[in-house]
């Protein structure tokens, strides 16, 4: 089993629409939490992370950790076309590097 | 701030060809990393430094790969011969590795493309 599996996708919702993005991973020793946004023919950029279980909240975006069924997600409230992207999450314990996901293409129409 | 740099943002070679891929991190920034990016396997974590030093190349596929980072202003990864498979989009990352979360900038990336 890998560490970190992400469904590829992917995803098309209308402008508006919520969408959820997930990922589950095996090691309960995780710490650290986090959702990475790439544009086309861009690097990946931190889009916001959670540290243990809980929820965290910035704008429009919402990250989820349930560490007893070792998920996260991210849920996008009124999705725009500019949050067309490839969302890849990444975990990691303190002081070792970070394991990515393999990202979920999101194409938002309006 | 600049923000990472990476060059050259294209290359086109062909097989059995050296290939130098180059990294500026962000300044003040003590950890850097490489990564390729290939539709089949995601992102992958080639090798990573701290401080200069490397510290993790288990991800680096094979001989014909190495890296180098001289001073804590650039890095270098060499495909040394290349081969078709070695195509990918290779990113460079900084990072302030502050005790804790890690957060990593990335760079543009560069598309190699081996023919």
């Known amino acids: 089993q890998k560490e970190v599996e992400q469904d590829p996708g992917p995803l098309s919702v209308p402008e508006g629409a919520i969408v959820s993005l997930n990922c589950t991973y095996s090691n309960s020793a995780f710490q650290y939490f986090m959702w990475y946004r790439q544009y086309s023919r861009k690097g990946p950029e931190l889009l916001m992370y959670?540290?243990?279980?809980g929820n965290k909240e910035d704008g429009r975006f919402t990250a989820q950790v349930d560490k007893s069924s070792k998920y996260i997600s991210l849920f996008i409230r009124d999705s725009q076309p500019s949050d067309s992207a490839t969302y890849l999450c990444?975990?990691?314990?303190?002081?070792?590097?970070?394991?990515f996901g393999k990202g979920t293409t999101l194409s938002v129409s309006s | 701030d600049a923000g990472v740099i990476q060059s050259p943002r294209h290359e086109v070679t062909e097989m059995g060809q050296e290939v130098t891929l180059r990294c500026k991190p962000i300044?003040?920034?003590?950890?850097l990393f490489w990564y390729r990016q290939t539709m089949m396997r995601g992102l992958e974590l080639l090798i990573y430094?701290?401080?200069?030093?490397?510290?993790?190349d288990s991800g680096m596929p094979e001989d014909r790969f190495s890296a180098k980072m001289p001073n804590a202003s650039f890095s270098t990864l060499k495909i040394q011969p290349s081969e078709p498979r070695d195509s990918a989009v290779y990113f460079c990352?900084?990072?302030?590795?502050?005790?804790?979360?890690?957060?990593?900038?990335f760079g543009p990336g560069t598309r190699l493309l081996v023919l």
């Open positions: 990444a975990i990691h314990q303190a002081g070792t590097a970070l394991i």
């Open positions: 430094f701290n401080n200069n030093v490397p510290i993790d």
């Open positions: 990352a900084s990072s302030p590795r502050a005790t804790g979360v890690e957060t990593q900038y």
């Open positions: 300044s003040g920034h003590n950890s």
């Open positions: 959670t540290y243990s279980s």
